[in-house]
């Protein structure tokens, strides 16, 4: 028997792990469809990819303005740096969907460059014809969330998408949103735009997923090294336009105030893309909890839903390893067996401070830890305790360690550091192994930035001691 998978969304990095999933079973026929223009996903066109490129023009001033060796601080060329970062992810992109074509290629895949739209559960309608599957994956990615503000409808913005492609700022912003996209897209503003920027931050300090020590760190960095005015715990209230750019009202400690720039930003994060799918014909109703661990649907058990879409955790690996894991479970569906939940271990970069101090986090907190009542030790070292990163001229930060009491085991680091996000993927593998401290070798060669993880692996191995 043949089994008919549709694929709603198959340029995007879910939507090609399925594919790529179910492509080589034989009695698997598959429809690919994708509207995208150029096509090629989101990380690549508006996403991960361009950001860390501009990104890291802004790192190299960052870099040099820091550096007492240096005589002359470099301007950035706003106009290379975004005609060098569409070369480069326009290839990507051209990559991308050549990987897609190629399967098209194949006997048992179709490919429609299309809009697919449900006519009812298991029936989309491409184009001017309907295709009848037996089972539908969506894989649509998200779209910027525009905050429920008075005002917002008119007034102008610019989004993140729209700052990867501009060379000419203005004097002054407003930022709104202080999650991923405004923690590595602000400083850009200050230092490759050198622009004047007011962040408007919710809560206490930034890093919701780390412990506090980690957002007050950062708070700290952006007000003293990027000039960064961080109005934390203040909350927007309305919006307008004035003759020279925006005014936005906020409340701050029970006090309404109002701030005025040149441009406002919205950095307020993105929500599934599900609006033009038709999904008021099916019996699929997108509110929380709808798309369940195995990537199937809540209220259709012939229906997937992966990546951004499904609103559980818009990271790209994440949504990569979704697919793979929905392509299994519709398999397993279809022959009658038990599916599999996805599950995965914390791990998350955040390219913060234009890259040069990002924020990593493999596993556990402390304050999770503490909150599932583990028994743990938690050791921590400033960066500045390793000479090694103050002769890269990068010595702020700090990282810690999280290990199981008693066995030892690795159960989480978090970092925020030179260099902490490359140590990301050490650090999965000594967590994802569940590795005791004691046996994790101390074997940096000097002068290394890893030296803060061997730090980190005596102090706690120290503590627990030979348990």
Known sequence: MTIHVAIIGAYGSAGVAVANGLADEADV???LVDDGE???GLCILRGCMPSKEVLSASAHKFHARHDPRLSDTPEVDLESVVNSKNEHIYDFAEHRRGAVHDLAERENVTFYHDTARFVDDHTIRIGDQEIEADYVVVATGSVINVPDLPGIDDVDFMTSADVLDTIRFPDSGIVMGFGYVGLELAPYLTEAAEMDITVIEHDPRPLDEAD?????ELLEIYRDDFGIDILTETDEKRVESTDDGVRLYVEQDGEERAIEADELFLFTGRRPNIERLGLE????EPNPGWVM????????????????VNGKEPILHVAKEQGFKAAENVLAHARGNDLEPYENVHHHVIFSATGVYPFARVGL????????GRDYVAV?????DDGVFKTKQASEGLAKLVV???DGTVLGYQGLHYHADVMAKTMQVVVEQGMDVRDVPDRAYHPTTPEILDGLFRDASEEIGDN
């Not at 809540?298 to 990546?307: A, S």
């Open 29 to 31: 026929q598959l429809t």
């Open 404 to 406: 199981d009491a008693d």
């Open 38 to 40: 150029p096509g090629g």
């Open 365 to 372: 907190s402390e304050d999770e830890a503490e909150s599932e």
């Open 293 to 308: 661990d195995t990537m199937q649907s809540r209220d259709d058990p012939r229906t997937f839903v992966v990546g951004d």
């Open 380 to 384: 921590s070292r400033q960066a500045s």
């Open 212 to 216: 506090s020590a980690f957002g007050d």
């Open 281 to 284: 014909n099916t019996d699929l």
